[in-house]
């Protein structure tokens, strides 16, 4: 990987100027670094491994040299990537029904001027397939899909993949894990063997590591991880087991964040502890996985807006959402894997932003926020909440160093027990 160490410019990492007045209307002044590392590779036709926190640009990264090669392609060959069939020429995989409109929009932003030219859409479950279905009539340019609304629109034949040119992976470690395996093989199988491979995450975990040598052919790897780790403040609060209602609501008020969104590991869970803020004069929305997609959507649209100010989510909200200058995460419980931490808290200080990432974590959530601590390699020095001290009988476990493991009898040295 090479670093470049002088400021660059769209122009010079060699984008067409079809799109440099676009950027200049969006205020994109200069690339950011995952995307001066990686545009000028994906424009050469190679397959990429790209890790960047999330928020860094990603989307912008791997869009522009999408739309740049729709554009460079010769007549001929668009006519047979879409033009007389239902075929799309780049296909984007994202986890998400949100991320999927979310990419599409920005997408179709980056494209706006070339609207008759680049044709994008957004296909994703939990709404109506009819418009989807006449919005991929005569093909599309580009795909931005979640996996299973995908299939159901091949096998209703809305849509043919097997002249895909480019697949993309955003959020890879996600599409790559255990719950999208299945419909993941089923997209593969229908794609061309010859395509190019692109991987977007901020996270790679050992064992996605292992499945992409199989997806992917010479791939250039970069890893940017920590470029902007700076703009991300984390913090940890240690909690008295009944008390993080409490300290939240304290929290919230005393610091009277512009917006805040919380994260907790269930459906009802949000509901409930919406109910409990509300009895201490909070008003918070929810977002979840049972909420129909027309309520979803428009929480989601108020929560951008800044009409909402407290929303309480599921993992759901975790990943690639947008949400401009969002001045704080809070896991109200901990995420389950060390991965979804970092995709929660940076929902927060994205685009080079300060931001905040809190956790609350009781005498349960000890060693497993110090699981997602090792995992993360990062150590934080455990706070308090003014009027909400921890027990004495707790503190000393919050702070002490864990206890070794007994070993089977008769073997090593024996230890002295702290
Ligand atoms: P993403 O990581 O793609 O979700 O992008 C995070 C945010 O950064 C979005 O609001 C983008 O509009 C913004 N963004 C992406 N690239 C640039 C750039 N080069 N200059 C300014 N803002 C950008």
Redesign the pocket.
């Known amino acids: 990987m090479t670093l470049m160490t002088t400021p660059t410019s769209?122009a010079n990492l060699g984008v067409t100027s079809q799109l440099l007045e676009r950027?200049e209307e969006?205020?994109?002044?200069?690339?950011?670094p995952i995307?001066t590392e990686v545009i000028p590779h994906i424009l050469q036709g190679k397959d990429l491994i790209g890790g960047a926190n999330?928020?860094?640009?990603?989307?912008?990264?791997f869009a522009l040299p999408l739309i740049q090669q729709l554009l460079e392609g010769s007549s001929s060959d668009k006519a047979s990537s879409r033009k007389g069939g239902n075929f799309v020429s780049h296909l984007v995989l994202v986890p998400t029904r949100e991320l999927a409109s979310?990419v599409a929009y920005?997408i179709k932003s980056y494209s706006y001027h070339l609207r008759s030219q680049i044709k994008t859409v957004a296909v994703f479950g939990g709404v109506s397939a009819n418009s989807q279905m006449l919005a991929l009539r005569g093909g599309a340019d580009i795909i931005v899909a979640t996996p299973g609304r995908l299939l159901d629109l091949v096998s209703s034949n809305a849509i043919k993949l097997n002249k895909v040119k480019t697949l993309v992976l955003d959020e890879a470690d996600r599409m790559l894990s255990l719950g999208f395996t299945e419909e993941l093989n089923q997209i593969l199988s229908q794609l061309p063997k010859q395509k190019q491979t692109l991987l977007f995450s901020a996270t790679f975990p050992e064992k996605v590591n292992t499945l992409t040598a199989s997806l992917l052919h010479n791939p250039v790897e970069i890893q940017l991880q920590s470029a902007d780790a700076s703009t991300l403040v984390q913090r940890v609060f240690t909690v008295n087991k009944g008390q993080k209602t409490a300290v939240l609501a304290q929290l919230i008020k005393q610091n009277q964040w512009r917006q805040a969104l919380i994260f907790v590991n269930a459906k009802n869970a949000c509901n409930h502890l919406a109910q409990k803020l509300s009895k201490r004069g909070i008003t918070a929305e929810v977002f979840h996985g049972d909420k129909g997609q027309g309520a979803r959507t428009r929480v989601l649209d108020g929560f951008k807006s800044g009409e909402i100010e407290v929303l309480i989510a599921t993992d759901i909200a975790a990943r690639?959402l947008?949400i401009?200058k969002l001045p704080v995460v809070i896991n109200f419980d901990l995420p389950r894997s060390p991965a979804d931490y970092m995709h929660r808290i940076g929902r927060s200080g994205?685009?080079g932003e300060i931001g905040l990432g809190i956790s609350l974590i009781d005498y349960d959530d000890y060693h497993h926020f110090k699981v997602i601590e090792k995992k993360n390699k990062i150590r934080l020095e455990r706070e308090q909440v003014e009027g909400f001290e921890v027990d004495e009988d707790y503190s000393e476990a919050y702070f002490a160093p864990m206890k070794p493991r007994a070993k089977p009898a008769g073997t090593g040295k024996k230890k002295n027990k702290k």
């Open positions: 769209f950027l969006l205020e994109y002044r200069e690339p950011t995307q999330t928020g860094s640009g990603k989307t912008a990264a979310q920005n690639g947008d401009d994205r685009a």
